[in-house]
């Protein structure tokens, strides 16, 4: 067994009392809230991604397709038939999954450059089925969430601090997901089947399902942080929510400057990036279009040629989800 | 219908060359490089820079292209490209999505987001051809494709440097034991990839308008062509350009021109799915 405490694990509950106790230490209603909101929300998503991205080492470039599912399904459900988003919610995780299944189906035999290829263009599907079925998702236009005052069974709220609690409830429900995944039997299965997937399948691994029940589980919580990011934002369109750059890659590239598959590493890399990205856009946007972008794209190069293996790498102890035995896993 | 045929062979060839650059990258170095559309769109802001301060005809312009992007993309993949040859694929797909991404915005810190076209007396002009109609622009890129394809062939077979990047394709090891500088070979197929899809990028520029953003509506387009002609292979690759082409413009018949890009990533996934190494290549 284990030590209980270990430093990384302090560090991890020090990170969620420290976030819990924030919003009564700031102005409830101020910017610094809404990016520190911003900053666990895509800790959140990242995290998601972890599970596909890290764990199983699928780097998929596609799932703004699952945000967007998630953002859609319970605005247009809350929009044409009163259906509140806490529903709404579930229902778009739900569709996620079944789309995340229907997509594993041509995909699941697919590694490397191959997956992230055919990830990336099922997310350009979305986004052009969202672009022209009008009728349907309000085309190019977007979606507008309709507020109407503080009504929590609508999940509207007029303080930003009860989103934020919301959010970081749900960062602490996907990490705890996904810390369980990576220390549960399902686990080393996708470990094994990351390191040497023929020898995994020779062991007795059914590859297939454990990669089916990872990415399902993935597009899952990646959809419920859309619908959570379509309350907190009241707007989205077709090309912001789908984007490549926007949002696969950024939830992505979180997770890899943080440090793939490892738990903290979500966390850092948003603590790092969305901060970042805020004050570029704050201070130099308006100078200079594209400049915040511009550097960000120079950061992801950097973090790659640098530290390929991510912030967490600087982490003084050996990484416990990483170093534990790669395979060997029988039943 | 004959006619959408016509217009999807003269649209197809543009985009063969354009992922002619995009497979040679590939099967040489073994890199998928995301950020290969945004050379096109730096292709295309050289052919426009040359019109707009030399009058230059974009046709002509695309030589200069083909140059200037060589030369970048020499340097591009001595210095940053050349790290990640032997990382995972996760680092080197990052490193490129990021290089995408700087390339992309550094163009629009620099150009601003003004889309920009150039105007040259045959662009409204076409011929009657037994009944048909064939667009001037259309005809002369396509020309200007093939020109190039053939050079590029003659380039691979007959000349030293050409062999040493097949060889490297090959087998690296064995091609730096009979004398080939590998990472000489890698800078130049690299550089040669982009200019291919950066002179693409010029050529097109009579017809499509040049933006920071253009290359974002090539990206899957060209990983299209590429994958339907199996990665890597040059020829599959002019043969997919064709194909997509025809594809794009005899679709734009029957539905909506904004779902033409939907069937490209339905036979995208499907050939990715069935068949990833492309239709003509042998099992």
Same mark, same amino acid.
């Not at chain 1, 703004?64 to 319970?74: D, E, K, L, N, Q």
């Given at each position: 067994? #284990? ?5 990384? #694990? ?44 890290? /764990? ?25 038939? =009163? ?12 569709? !996620? ?10 995909? *699941? ?17 979305? #986004? ?23 009504? %929590? ?7 930003? !601090? ?15 997901? @996904? ?34 029940? !990872? ?53 850092? =890399?948003? &603590?790092? /990036? ?41 982490? %003084? ?15 | ?8 062979? &003269? ?9 002619? +650059? ?6 040489? &170095? ?8 945004? @050379? ?15 009058? &230059? ?30 990382? %995972?694929?996760?680092?080197?797909? @990052? /490193? ?28 409204? !002009?076409? *011929? ?83 933006? %920071? ?7 899957? /387009?060209?990983?299209?062509?590429? $994958?339907? +002609? ?12 064709? $194909? ?37 290549? =042998?099992?």
């Amino acid at each position: 067994m #284990r030590n209980l405490l270990t430093p990384g #694990r302090i560090a991890i509950v020090l990170f969620f009392v420290v976030a819990a106790l924030l919003p009564f230490f700031v102005d409830a209603r101020g910017h610094l809230l809404r990016v520190a909101a911003m900053v666990l929300l895509f800790a959140a998503v990242a995290q998601s991604w972890n599970i596909v991205g890290g /764990l199983a080492n699928q780097i998929s470039l596609g799932h703004a397709a699952f945000f967007g599912i998630g953002a859609y399904t319970s605005t247009l459900l809350y929009l044409n038939l =009163g259906i509140t988003p806490w529903l709404g919610m579930f229902a778009g995780g739900v569709l !996620a999954m079944v789309a995340a299944a229907l997509l594993s189906l041509p995909t *699941f035999r697919l590694k490397g450059h191959y997956f992230a290829l055919a990830t990336l263009a099922f997310a350009e599907v979305m #986004r052009v089925i969202a672009n022209s079925w009008a009728g349907l998702t309000g085309g190019p236009v977007g979606l507008t969430v309709p507020f109407a005052g503080s009504q %929590p069974w609508l999940f509207a709220f007029r303080s930003v !601090a009860s989103y934020y609690w919301i959010i970081l409830a749900l960062l602490l429900a996907i990490c705890l997901v @996904f810390h369980l995944m990576a220390t549960g039997a399902i686990g080393y299965r996708l470990r094994a089947v990351r390191e040497n997937e023929q020898a995994a399948e020779v062991a007795g691994v059914d590859t297939f399902r454990v990669k089916l029940i !990872a990415s399902m589980v993935s597009a899952g919580l990646t959809a419920v942080c859309g619908t959570v990011f379509a309350q907190f934002t009241f707007f989205f369109d077709p090309d912001s929510i789908f984007s490549l750059s926007g949002i696969s890659v950024r939830m992505a590239m979180i997770a890899i400057i943080g440090g793939l598959g490892t738990l903290g590493g979500p966390i850092v =890399g948003a &603590l790092f /990036l969305i901060p970042l990205e805020e004050y570029a856009n704050a201070q130099l946007s308006s100078q200079i279009a594209g400049l915040s972008q511009f550097v960000f794209g120079v950061i992801l190069v950097a973090a790659i040629l640098i530290q390929p293996r991510g912030l967490m790498a600087f982490w %003084p102890k050996r990484n416990a989800t990483s170093t534990t035995q790669p395979s060997g896993d029988k039943e | 219908m004959i006619q959408a045929l016509i217009d999807g062979i &003269l649209l197809g060839g543009v985009y063969g060359v354009i992922a002619t +650059g995009l497979s040679l990258v590939f099967g040489v &170095l073994g890199v998928v490089n995301f950020a290969q559309a945004e @050379f096109l769109m730096l292709g295309m802001y050289v052919a426009w820079f040359a019109w707009h301060y030399f009058g &230059l005809d974009p046709l002509l312009g695309s030589v200069l292209s083909f140059v200037i992007v060589f030369g970048l993309g020499y340097v591009v993949q001595r210095t940053l490209i050349s790290q990640v040859l032997k990382a %995972p694929p996760s680092a080197q797909v @990052f /490193l490129t999505v990021g290089l995408m991404m700087a390339i992309e915005n550094g163009a629009l810190m620099l150009f601003g987001s003004d889309f920009r076209s150039v105007n040259v007396p045959y662009q409204m !002009a076409g *011929f009657r051809v037994m009944g048909l109609f064939v667009s001037a622009p259309y005809f002369y890129a396509f020309i200007a494709a093939v020109v190039l394809s053939i050079l590029l062939w003659l380039f691979l077979e007959r000349t030293w440097t050409g062999r040493a990047i097949r060889a490297v394709a090959q087998d690296a090891m064995a091609a730096t034991l009979n004398g080939v500088d590998t990472n000489r070979t890698y800078g130049i197929a690299f550089g040669l990839g982009v200019a291919l899809t950066a002179f693409g990028g010029a050529v097109i520029l009579p017809y499509i308008t040049v933006s %920071p953003t253009v290359g974002q509506q090539f990206v899957v /387009l060209m990983f299209t062509v590429v $994958v339907l +002609g199996g990665l890597g292979s040059v020829t599959g690759a002019l043969v997919g350009g064709v $194909v997509v082409g025809i594809v794009q413009s005899v679709s734009a018949l029957f539905f909506p021109i904004q779902l033409q890009n939907f069937f490209l990533f339905i036979i995208f996934i499907a050939v990715l799915a069935l068949r990833p190494q492309g239709l003509i290549k =042998g099992a």
